[in-house]
């Protein structure tokens, strides 16, 4: 979700630039497609779209290059590394103009990551990058194209994106399905971070500039949704940070609680992985987004080093920080996606990893979870008005949720 170390794959060349297609909104325009011989991991096509609706814009990279698009993506993206958050990839599986079941699927992949290695290769990034010792070549793309299910998946310019950007991004990819197969409505499959943004356009919880929900959703899923809101980074600052501080060696894409880290002697600051915004830096924003406080359920981590201070500020013996209360203030979704609530249109399925044992990192382990997020957030059913079921998957953890069998077959009994 958050702690993916993505290694870059071989990049293709880019197409040429390719006029608006017939049917689109007119803020939407096609500019490139890639087909055979350009696109892997099973895809068919990869196209790129922009949306030329005044509001967005470039959002903030960490200026190391952990956040930047690399491998293919790059090449999909025209060549650009930090792409504006207006461009988004639309992928298609095989058989998406051809699989027998009516309403089409789109997949929304959660933070740090892409719809290559999400869906449809999670060995993509090598070592450890799917969650398990041994990662399979394919995912819950392959599963659902091979059970006639017309697969999509969107790429977002940004992989910690701000998720009302992407929430609008959700709702450009829908229009590009609809208009491509005449249909009125997708099915939405949201993991993790993805959940956000999904739900977010549904409930129309959406920029000042934003386009409302469209009526076109019939059924939302969430794989390890965090419903409830996270707290992982707070509760477990000490760990976490040693991957993401370059001073100790992190290299992960992924914010800091904290403002100021010893490492080895050194005391140093690092606004450019601050959760909330600092220093004229904001890499983070979808992150904060998605936080709540679970101390007063789980407490806290007690046996970490400078847990007070990192969940509740202030000035601790190796590290400093403004606490998760700041952060919530900076710009959290949780509440006002609850208060928006899903339409009781859309049939909502929450689906929570139950194995709190992902490969290279501290697992979330204060209570009941996969290892990232509590089973209590990804079931977690306020503002939902019509619930169609709830899962609990216990051999799958956070990072397994796009690939795992037992998740797929859930997910494709719900699309049914």
Known sequence: MFALLLAAVAGVPAAGGVASAAGLPSYLTQEASFGTGAVTNGWERVERYLDTTAG?????????GRGDQAGQ????????KRPSSGRFLLYSAPGWDTGTRTTPVLL????????????????????????????????????LSARGHRVFAVGFAHMQGDNLMQAQIVGDAIAVIKARLGVGQVDLVGWSKGEISARAYVSSVKPSWGRAYAGDVRRLITLGGPNGGYDYPYAHGWAHDFSVWPECGGKVNAPSPHSHMTCYGLYTAHPEFSMIPSGGYDDYPGQRQMLARWDGVYGVDGAAQDWYTTYYGGQGVYTAGSGIQAALDAGSLIKPLHNAGVPASVTTYLLAGGSPDVVGIFNENRGPSD??????????????????????????????????????????????
């Open 56 to 64: 967005f814009h470039a959002e903030d990279y960490p200026p190391d």
């Open 73 to 80: 993506r790059v090449a999909y993206f025209g060549g650009v």
């Open 108 to 143: 929304v992949h959660g933070a740090n990551d892409t719809a290559d290695r999400a869906w449809a290769n999670p060995g993509e990034a090598g070592g450890y990058g799917c969650g398990a010792l041994s990662c399979p070549s394919t995912g819950l793309m392959q599963y």
């Open 371 to 416: 290892g990232v997020v509590f089973i209590d957030s990804a079931l977690d059913t306020t503002g939902i008005a019509k619930v169609g079921g709830t899962a609990t998957v216990v051999g799958a953890n956070h990072l397994e949720l796009g690939w795992n069998t037992s998740v797929a077959a859930q997910v494709s009994a719900w699309l049914a």
